[in-house]
C-alpha cells in the first residue's frame, strides 16, 4: 500500500510538474501566427475572453484559456485590461502582453504641425490620418471653433507648431484641443515677458506679427531683426508691405507668383494697401516667432530683401536708397542662378 501511494506521489508530482513546465513555456514562449505591424484593439468592456477572441480573429495560436487566466492573476491583470490599442510584435509573449496592458502601454503615434502652415493645411494633414477619429471632417472653420469652445474666432494661427502624440480612439478635435492650449500657453508666456514700448497692445496682435515673422523667414537668426523691422515700421505710421499677407489675402487665386497688379488690388490682408497689422493671423506661427513678435532686435532697419543666393538670409537697410540697392543685387544674384540652372 506504502509503495502504491509513493507511486502515486510521484506521478502526481510529475504531473504537476509537466503542467507547471508547460505553464512557463505558454507564458513566456513568443505567441505564434503574428503578422508583421499587427495590433490588437481593447474596446471599452472587453475581458479576457474578448481579447483571446480577438486574437484567435487574427489566426494567433493562444493555446489553453485556463493558462491565460492563471497568468492574468499571476500579472495582476485579471479585470484590470486597460483600453486601447497594443502592438503585436512577432516575439511577444502572452506575459509580455498582459502586463502590458495592464499598465496601459498602448500604441502611441505622433503627428506634426509645421511651422508656417495654415489652417487649410493643417486640416487637410489632419484628414490624411486614417485611424485618427474625423470628427471635424465635414466642419466649416466657424463650426470647428464652436466644437473647440471657441466660438466667433478665426482659426488661423491659433494652433501651436509641435510634435503631439495621440492614440487610436483619439478625434482631429483632440489634437486641435491641445494645439490651441498650447499656443494659448505659450502666446501669454511670451506676452507676459514682452518687451516695453511695442506698438500694439493686445496678444493677438502679436500673434498675428509672429505669423508673418514666420513666413518671411525660416532663418532662426533673422527672425528678431524682422520683427524689429516690422516694429518700426508700425511705430513710425509706414505700411508693412509683407508678401506673405498679400499672398493669403489672394486665398484660391495665388498662383505662385506674385504679379505688380496683386500688389494693388485691395483686400483685408493687403499690407500694401492698408495700414497696420492684417486683421487675423495668417499662418501659424511657431515659438521662435512668437518670442521674436514679442522680443523685437534694437536697430535702424527699415527695409529687408533677400540675398538672393539661396541661403534664405537678407540684407537689412536703414534707408529706402540702400535698399534699393540691395533689390538689384537681389536681382542680378536671382537671374545669375536662373541662368546657371538652364545650362
Known sequence: MKRFVLVLLVI??????????????????????????????????????????????QHVRTGQVLYWQVLARQTGAAGKLQVGEYALPVDITPRSLLQAMREGKVIRRSFTIVEGWNIRDLRAALRKLPLLLQKSADMSNAELMVALG??????????????????????????????????????????????????????????????????????????????????RRLKTGMRLQTDPTVIYGMGSNYAGNIR???????????????????PTPIAMPGKAALHAATHPAPGD??????????????????????????VRDYVAR????QQAGKQ
Not at 495590433?39 to 484567435?56: F, M, T, Y
Not at 482659426?155 to 478625434?171: C, I, Q, V
Not at 505659450?186 to 508673418?212: G, M, V
Open 12 to 57: 502526481l508530482l510529475a504531473v504537476v510538474g509537466w503542467l507547471g513546465w508547460q505553464y512557463l513555456r505558454f507564458a513566456d514562449a513568443p505567441l505564434t501566427g503574428i503578422a508583421a505591424d499587427a495590433s490588437v484593439q481593447l474596446e471599452r468592456g472587453d475581458n479576457l475572453g474578448k481579447l483571446l477572441k480577438k486574437l484567435r480573429a
Open 150 to 231: 471657441h466660438a466667433g474666432q478665426h482659426p488661423e494661427g491659433r494652433f501651436l507648431p509641435e510634435t503631439y502624440a495621440w492614440t487610436r480612439g483619439d478625434s482631429d478635435i483632440d489634437i486641435l484641443q491641445r494645439a490651441y492650449a498650447a499656443l494659448e500657453k505659450t502666446l501669454d508666456a511670451e506676452w507676459k515677458t514682452r518687451a516695453e514700448d511695442l506698438p500694439f497692445d493686445k496678444p493677438e496682435q502679436a500673434l498675428t506679427l509672429a505669423s508673418i515673422i514666420e513666413k518671411e523667414t525660416g532663418n532662426g537668426e533673422e527672425r528678431a531683426r524682422i520683427a524689429g523691422v516690422f516694429v
Open 260 to 278: 505688380r497688379s496683386d500688389l494693388t488690388t485691395d483686400t483685408p490682408y493687403n499690407t500694401y494697401t492698408r495700414d497696420g497689422l492684417p
Open 301 to 326: 532697419a527699415l527695409y529687408f530683401v533677400a540675398v538672393g543666393d539661396g541661403s534664405g538670409r537678407h540684407v537689412f537697410s536703414a534707408s529706402l536708397g540702400e535698399h534699393n540697392v540691395a
Open 334 to 337: 536671382y537671374r545669375a542662378r
